[in-house]
């Protein structure tokens, strides 16, 4: 991505930075709120299944057949 940005999109290298610092905060906050989220008992599987629907929500289709 760092080449993309940067060459292909003419970005400076600040601008990179910014990108990738965002990214590693919101990724961080993620990870804070969902720690808290599993640590209660009650609410282990809901968020497991949660995740689960989201990330195949999330991720394009594919196909099952080479034709």
């Known amino acids: 991505m760092a080449n993309f940005v940067t060459t292909t ?11 990738e610092g965002v990214s590693e905060g919101l990724a961080g ?12 008992p009650g609410r282990r599987r809901a968020v497991a299944v949660g995740g689960a629907r989201s990330r195949s929500a999330a991720t394009p289709p594919r196909r099952c057949s080479p034709h």
């Open 9 to 19: 999109l003419g970005a400076p290298a600040a601008a990179l930075g910014a990108i």
């Open 29 to 40: 906050a993620g990870r804070f709120v969902g720690g808290a989220l599993a640590d209660d």
